[in-house]
């Protein structure tokens, strides 16, 4: 059920027809538009759905099917059915041109995969053709959709003598037009022309009898007449007779070619009912593409699941005029745990009728078997009736004020509604006695809670708020608001109510302070706490997300350091154990060749008999071995430092080592049990009872100086060579960005950069919105804007630094 009658029209979806009509080729297609209609039955949602989705994928594909020459053609099929008529050339043409498009058509679905597009191989699979029509309509017809010269042997004939009768008129007309003006009968500029099929040339009026022939006409002031001269008479009947032999041929093949049509119009006519339907898809289709809709997974149950999804008009209006990153996307949910009825509220001109007609018209649309402006990931159910009652509808022939008429729709809701409904209601219980109208919108939510409706419903009552935050079924919403510069953010959050920020406005409009005072003691100390209350929600609201972004930058900055860590350590240990394994070869040949050495020098001393100083050679030549064996002294590791440990209580500032080890460090913090000490560029902790105080002199030279003077200038000077001041984050997903955001970020605020560019492009907003919302957590930054149009406008984000 649909209620109220002009449902369409309170939700806009009649400017949606029309949008699709102007996307068709043909009336036929248009028709199906005016068909369109919401239907609750699952099965028929999910074919039409399909069938638009497989259109969507047939042109993201490339492949070559016909987007145009969708033509009706049911006018010219019913001419050919009567006997003796005859198709017009430029009828012919486009009977010839829809017929072509049927033929593309069939022959794609026919040679294609039928798992690929299903229901539109469905679709095709009972159409007929032959496709002898087309070629006979094509061996008459050319391709500006006149008849050929050789449709028959007597239309060339004919038309080569009227071309050859032609060229003579031109002849003799020149030489006529020539002798006349020498004679001085017409004037030297003039030129033949044509009345009423006949060649003419223009003579003064003075001298009209001069010139033998026929008049057919005289100029407006009279001082001119067109005359045929008597020596063209002959050769303009001729031309006249053989135009009109011409035209009866032309009439005889067009005969013959609509007998021919006439016996296959049944079928035509059922093929043109097929490309009506292929034209309304492929409008749906190009519609969808245009506002990057999709075919959401459906459910068969009353659900609200949707992520990024966008008022449809909206979002068409924004794209015709170049503003589609301008429109605010929502994220909507409805289901048993959440609340089946959410309660938006918040200022005025913030959005919540916005976001209440977002999810009328979406849900509408897609009941009618269109795909849906949303992001991947989201569900939709299925709704058996939608309600709404918004704006004015108050009748004075049927005495009703804008408060009965709004009474008469909530009365129709609860009579009518049912836990399959989806109600939609702007402006809850406004309209009459502020106190009354809100109990008695109370009740009503609380009847359409019991009775299980699904919907969104507007409201600045407070009562409504407090009733949704206690009752399961129920949830509140909020429009989120700029509260610093009171402006509204037009975006929905599910989970808490909103302010309507009345008394914030008016200040900042410029009420006078003693109407606000009086104003905020009227309106009762516990009003004032509640929008307060709201207004200190919104704050923390925005700092606790402003924290996320950093913790979020953090751990995306930590788990790219741990990989960083990872992969050096494990290349750090492959190096190792190529050194370990090239020593252990090194090692293994010096004890081969000491083996074989002492085995040689045994040998040689029992040889000698053990002969002293044979012994005492041979003893010195393995000494001799050994040590040109051992390692060279300059390549060997250089002593330990040794540092002068001067003891006593540890504090912030000393130079400190940990015992047992060579590692020595600066002392940045201190707790009761350890200290926090930096080591070069790294910061860490140690416990107390594991250092030890050294002599700051030898720490200030071996580390500070050498540090500062070899590293950290050269590496400075280095960063700033190699740095771009343009990040481009282009073709990245939203999740990628970060780092290489912090990155840049980081390195430009170090470097003292006044101003950089992130290049992100338009597309759908969101990785923009991402990088917005990121900048935020960096305090260095002095203004954020977009570039000039020229060097891409919207698609470039300016950053100027402090």
Known sequence: MLYPKNLEEKLGFDKLREILKDKCNGEVGRSYVDKMRFTSDERFIRQRAAQVDECVRIYASGESFPHSGYIDVSNFL??????????????????????????????????????????LVKISENIEFNPMILSQIDMILDDKGKIRDNASPELVSIRQQLNKQLNSLRSKTASVLQSMKKSGYAKDDAKPTLREGRIVVPVPAEHKRHVTGFVHDASSTGQTVYIEPQELLDLNNSIKDLELRERQEVIRILTEITNKIRPEVPGL????????????????????????????????????????????????????QGRKDEVVRQKIELDEE???????????AGGKSIAMQTVALVQYMFQCGMLVPMMEGSKMGVFTDIMMDYGDDQSLENDLSTYSSHLTNMK?????????????????????????????????LDEMNHKKMWGVITTHYANLKFFAEKQVGLQNGAMRYDVDNLKPLYKLEQGQPGSSFALEIAQ?????????????????????????????LETEKKELHQKNQEIKR????????????????????????????????????????????????????????????KTKQLRQNIENFRNSNQPSKKNQKPEEEVYEVIGGTI??????????QSTIGEVAALSSREAEILVGELRTKVKLNRLERISKKAFRKEVREKHSSNSASSNLTQKRID????????????????????????????????????????????????????????????????????????????????
């Open 78 to 119: 019913d001419k050919s059915e009567i006997i003796n008529a005859f198709l017009l050339e430029e009828e012919l043409f486009d009977l010839k041109t829809a017929l072509s498009t049927l033929k593309e058509c069939l022959q794609f679905f026919n040679a294609c995969d039928p798992t690929l597009y299903p229901e």
């Open 269 to 320: 006519k059922k093929g043109n009912n097929y490309l009506g339907i292929i034209d309304f898809i492929n409008a749906k289709a190009k519609f969808a593409i245009q506002q990057e809709s999709i075919k959401p997974e459906i459910v068969n149950e009353p659900l609200i699941a949707w992520y990024h999804v966008a008022h449809p008009i909206l979002l068409y209006s924004f794209t015709e």
């Open 338 to 348: 959440r609340g089946r009825l959410l309660l938006i509220s918040g200022p005025n």
């Open 412 to 444: 129709a809701m609860l009579t009518k509604g049912s836990e399959t409904s989806l109600i939609l209601i702007d402006e809850f219980g406004s309209g009459t006695e502020p106190e009354l109208g809100g109990v008695i919108a109370e009740s009503i």
């Open 508 to 536: 900042k409009i410029g009420l006078p302070k003693k109407v606000l005072n009086v104003a905020r003691n009227k309106a009762g100390r516990k009003k004032i706490n509640m929008e307060e209350l709201l207004r200190n």
């Open 554 to 613: 953090l751990e995306q900055k930590l788990k790219s350091s741990v990989e960083k860590y990872d992969k050096q350590s494990i290349e750090l240990n492959n190096k190792k154990a190529k050194i370990m394994n090239k020593a252990r070869e090194e090692a293994q040949k010096v004890l081969d060749t000491a083996n074989k050495k002492i085995e040689l020098t045994i040998k040689e001393i029992k040889e000698a008999k053990a002969d002293k100083e």
């Open 651 to 660: 504090v912030i500032g000393d130079a400190v080592r940990v015992k047992g």
């Open 723 to 802: 740095f771009n001041t343009q990040l481009d984050l282009r073709g990245k997903r939203a999740e990628e960005v970060m780092y290489d955001l912090d990155d840049f970020m980081d390195s430009a605020i170090m470097l003292g950069e006044t101003e950089v560019r992130i290049v992100h492009g338009k597309g759908t907003g969101a990785l923009r919105e991402v990088v917005r919302n990121h900048l935020k957590s960096f305090r260095g930054i002095k203004n954020i804007s977009d570039d000039h149009p020229d060097r891409g406008g919207a698609g470039v984000t300016v950053i100027t630094l402090r």
